[in-house]
């Protein structure tokens, strides 16, 4: 069984960083390409990050050079880490892991809280 399972959301001051991370199970890990991505209310889910299986990263404009997306393949895990959030940063964080196969389906986990007020 695929499971995804995010954490490190909360609420935080803009300015301030978080970090979230996505530990996997039950895929081979090392072949996907992982992704965050994010829904704020009335918006549709858009990319953040994505890295690849080579370790090639690619941002959202809107993340450039204050979120950075990582992974450690030995503990089946992603990271974001986000520095200087902005009230707009405020969604529910999505991880998604993409086979190399695109006809394969893509597996979601079920999304963290990023709330970024004073």
């Known amino acids: 069984q695929v499971q995804l399972v995010e954490s490190g959301g909360g609420l935080v001051q803009p300015g301030g960083s978080l970090r979230l991370s996505c530990a996997a199970s039950?895929?081979?890990?090392?072949?996907?390409?992982m992704g965050w991505y994010r829904q704020a209310p009335g918006k549709e889910r858009e990319l953040v990050a994505t890295i690849t299986n080579g370790g090639n990263t690619n941002y959202a404009d809107s993340v450039k050079g204050r979120f950075t997306i990582s992974r450690d393949n030995a503990k089946t895990t992603v990271y974001l880490q986000m520095n200087s959030l902005k009230p707009e940063d405020t969604a529910v964080y999505y991880c998604r892991a993409s086979h190399t196969l695109p006809i394969l389906p893509p597996y979601w986990g079920q999304g963290t809280q990023v709330t970024v007020s004073s």
């Open positions: 039950g895929i081979s890990f090392s072949i996907y390409t």
